[in-house]
C-alpha cells in the first residue's frame, strides 16, 4: 500500500509539472506567429497599371527606390524614374520648387502619386512634400543616416558571410575526407582548402567593401569674383570629368562650391550654393548626367580655403566648385576565384 502511494505521487507531480509548463511553451509558439504575420501585413504589392497615392514618411532609401510607411503601418516600395517629378508643395497663386530624387531622405514626410510596376513597386509620376520637412529630414540625414546605414549594411552581410561560410566549411570536411581517403590525397586536400579559405577571404572583403565609394576622378572649377556663371576652361574641365563619370560603374558625383573670404559670411555661402547649382546644371544639360547619381550639393561658403585668402591669387583659387567622380568599392574588386587542386590518386 506505501509503494502504491508513493507511485501515484509521482505521477500527480509529473502531470502537475506538465500541466504548468504547457502555457509556456504554447505562449512562445503563438508570440512568433503573431509577430511573422504582423512584419508579413507591412509589405504592401501594388498591382501592374493600378493608380494609386499613398501619404507617409520614407523609412527606406536605395539608389533608385525608397520605401513609404502610411498610417495604418503599411510600406509600399516606390521606384524613381528620369521622369519622375520631385517638387515642393507651393504656397498661394505660387508654384513650388524643383527638387532632384537626391532629397528624397528618410524621415521625410510625402506624398506619392504614381501607377503600378511589374515588380509590385510603385513606379512614381509625382513626389510631393513641404519645405519645413525637408529641412528636417536633413537634418536627421546628415547624423543618423550614415551611421545607421552602415551598420544595418554590415549586420546583413555578416549574416550572409557568416551562412557561406558555413556550407564551405561543411564542402571543406567533405573534401578532405575524399582525398584523405585517395593515394596522396593529403596534398590535394591541403591545396583545396587553402584555395577555398583564400576565396572566402576575398569574398568576405568585396562584400564588406559594398558601401565603401573611393574617388576615381576629381576637378577644380574656378569662377570670377562674385560670379556663379561658368567659364571656358570651367565647362572644358566639367565635359572631361563627365566622361570619365559615364563610363565608370556604380559612379555617383560630389559637388560642393565655395568662395573665397570676400564679403559676409551668408552672402558667401548662398555664392557657393548657386555655383554649386551651375555646375549641376550643366552636367545634367550637357551630357545627361541622371539626377539620382548626384549626391546632394552643398556650398561651404568660405570655409575649406584651398589657399590663403590674404593674397589675390590665393582667393581666385579658392572661389571654386570641386567634383569628385565616386565608384563602389565592391563593385570594381575583381570576382574571387577557386583553383581546384589535384586529386593525385593513381587510375
Known amino acids: 500500500m506505501i509503494i502504491n502511494l508513493k507511485t501515484l505521487r509521482s505521477l500527480a507531480l509529473a502531470f502537475g509539472l506538465a500541466l504548468a509548463l504547457s502555457p509556456l511553451a504554447l505562449g512562445q509558439g503563438s508570440t512568433q506567429t503573431t509577430k511573422a504575420q504582423t512584419d508579413a501585413t507591412r509589405a504592401r504589392s501594388v498591382s501592374s497599371g493600378e493608380k494609386m497615392k499613398i501619404k507617409g514618411v520614407v523609412v527606406k532609401r536605395t539608389a533608385d527606390t525608397f520605401t513609404v510607411r502610411d498610417l495604418t503601418g503599411n510600406d509600399t516600395v516606390v521606384r524613381l524614374t528620369d521622369r519622375t517629378s520631385v517638387k515642393a508643395n507651393g504656397g498661394f497663386l505660387r508654384s513650388g520648387t524643383n527638387y532632384g530624387s537626391t532629397n528624397i531622405l528618410r524621415g521625410l514626410n510625402l506624398e506619392v502619386d504614381g501607377t503600378g510596376g511589374s515588380n509590385g513597386e510603385l513606379v512614381a509620376e509625382k513626389v ?11 537634418a536627421v540625414e546628415s547624423r543618423a543616416s550614415p551611421l545607421e546605414e552602415r551598420a544595418s549594411a554590415s549586420e546583413g552581410r555578416l549574416s550572409e ?22 593515394r596522396g590525397g593529403a596534398k590535394a586536400a591541403q591545396e583545396t582548402a587553402d584555395s577555398a579559405v583564400a576565396g572566402v577571404n576575398a569574398t568576405n572583403d568585396r562584400i564588406s567593401a559594398l558601401d565603401d565609394y573611393v574617388p576615381q576622378d576629381t576637378a577644380s572649377v574656378n569662377f570670377r569674383l562674385g560670379s556663379a556663371v561658368l567659364t571656358a ?3 572644358g574641365k566639367l565635359d572631361a570629368i563627365a566622361t570619365k563619370a559615364l563610363n565608370a560603374k556604380g559612379y555617383v558625383l560630389e559637388i560642393t562650391g565655395y568662395a573665397d573670404a570676400t564679403g559676409n559670411t551668408e552672402r558667401n555661402r548662398l555664392l557657393s550654393q548657386r555655383r554649386a547649382d551651375s555646375v549641376i546644371r550643366y552636367l545634367v544639360e550637357q551630357h545627361q548626367i541622371p539626377l539620382r547619381r548626384i549626391v546632394t550639393p552643398y556650398g561651404f561658403g568660405s570655409s575649406n580655403p584651398v589657399a590663403d585668402n590674404k593674397t589675390r591669387d590665393g582667393r581666385a583659387q579658392n572661389r571654386r566648385v570641386e567634383v569628385k567622380v565616386l565608384v563602389n568599392k565592391g563593385l570594381i574588386q575583381p570576382a574571387p576565384t577557386m583553383k581546384s587542386g589535384s586529386s593525385g590518386s593513381e587510375q
Open 128 to 138: 510631393r512634400f513641404n519645405d519645413s520637412d525637408l529641412r528636417t529630414a536633413r
Open 161 to 182: 558571410v557568416e551562412q557561406n561560410a558555413q556550407k564551405l566549411s561543411g564542402q571543406l570536411d567533405e573534401l578532405a575526407a575524399v582525398s584523405n581517403a585517395a
Open 233 to 235: 576652361d570651367g565647362k
